[in-house]
């Protein structure tokens, strides 16, 4: 019994087939339990010579079930952690990418071509005080000009940003001339209280141009804006300048870039005239330069500020600004980098 027990158990190899086999072999019917429960009916001298015999089979042969459990076990473990062991030359799975908007990619365009023109590029808080927002570009309190930018009040004396202009006023007052001259373009959100359309949103951005300096003339401005619509868009877009008004430039223009819908043709999105607006600019006022302190007979120069959604638009075929802050990623993942 006892070596065909032995020689069972060598054969078994899974936990069910080892349990069986225990049950069998030391269960409440196996044999060993049948010889010990038939010790009554022998005599008194064979019970203690039968009944050790019976109990170191017993013995035995669990210590060998439990040994071969050990080892099923430990064969188990092995397979399972070769199953599980990972394999560090797999090529991993590559993780999801972010990009940037569509908009600060055109932004960064922007600044880059600045950059290699020798210009700072800073940025400015779009919480702002009416000083520096209206005052100090030439627009006191009441000024009837302060209703061109529809404001979102915070308090009397502070509010969002309705241009990045205001940083012509930070930048200049801080500017050492002794230095040399102010080269600066500053992106950011802007805020006015229009009604959304396909070229209007409440939130856009804005890019600020200043350069100030002696002898800065309306040419210098003019060459600099022909060079980004250029290098933006490529030479099938035209350029207009047009007179315009803003009570911190003299003279103003504003800048139109040809429809990319119609190709200049006439469309409800340029409002049949052919061309879009995406920037306002002029040469700096002198009231401007001197509240910043900066001296108006020595010094003078221009600033522009234009708007990248309206060059995303230009240069993607986008026909409704809304589009861009609508965070729909079917529409996003077009302008994706990656690919
Ligand atoms: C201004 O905000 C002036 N600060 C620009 C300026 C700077 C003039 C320096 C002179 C010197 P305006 O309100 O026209 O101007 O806006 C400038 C540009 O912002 C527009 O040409 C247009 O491209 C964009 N823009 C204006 N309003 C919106 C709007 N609601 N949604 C999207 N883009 C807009």
Redesign the pocket.
């Known amino acids: 019994l006892l070596n065909q027990g032995l020689e069972d158990l060598k054969s078994t190899s899974e936990q069910d087939e080892l349990n069986e086999l225990r049950v069998h072999l030391l269960g409440k019917k196996g044999p060993i339990t049948k010889v010990l429960r038939g010790m009554k009916d022998l005599s008194p001298e064979e019970r203690p010579v039968v009944g050790s015999f019976a109990n170191e089979v017993r013995d035995r042969l669990q210590e060998a079930i439990d040994a071969r459990k050990e080892e099923i076990d430990q064969k188990l473990l092995t397979v399972k952690l070769e199953k599980e062991k990972i394999d560090v030359t797999l090529p991993g799975k590559p993780a999801a990418r972010g990009n940037a908007h569509v908009i600060q990619q055109i932004i960064d365009q922007i600044e880059d071509l600045f950059l290699g023109m020798g210009y700072q590029v800073l940025s400015g808080p779009e919480v702002e005080e009416d000083r520096y927002n209206f005052e100090m570009m030439n627009l006191p309190k009441d000024h009837p000009a302060r209703d ?2 529809d404001t979102f009040y915070i308090t009397k004396d502070i509010l969002m940003r309705t ?1 990045t ?1 205001p940083m012509q006023a930070r930048t200049m007052e801080k500017h050492d001339f002794s230095k040399g001259p102010l080269k600066m373009i500053s992106p950011g959100v802007v805020y ?1 209280r ?1 009604t959304d359309d396909p ?3 409440h939130q ?1 951005h ?1 890019v ?1 141009g200043l350069v100030i300096d002696k002898h800065v003339t309306m040419a210098d401005l003019k060459g600099t804006l022909e060079l980004v619509a250029h290098e933006l868009f490529g030479d099938r877009f035209d350029v207009r300048l047009r007179p315009s008004y ?1 009570p ?2 003299e003279p ?1 223009v ?1 800048a139109d870039i040809t429809c990319f819908n119609c190709g200049g043709k006439g469309c409800a999105v340029c409002k049949h005239t052919g061309w879009i ?6 040469m700096v006022h002198p009231n401007v330069l001197k509240m910043a302190g900066v001296d108006s007979d020595i010094y003078g120069g221009f ?5 990248p ?2 060059f995303a638009m230009l240069k993607y075929g986008v026909d409704d ?1 809304r589009n861009f802050y609508l965070d729909d990623e079917r529409f996003l993942n077009q302008f994706s980098m990656k690919g």
């Open positions: 061109m930018q241009q202009s006015r229009d070229t209007h949103s856009f804005q600020e803003f911190f430039t103003s504003e607006e995406v920037l306002g600019a002029g600033a522009f500020g234009l708007g959604d309206r600004i």
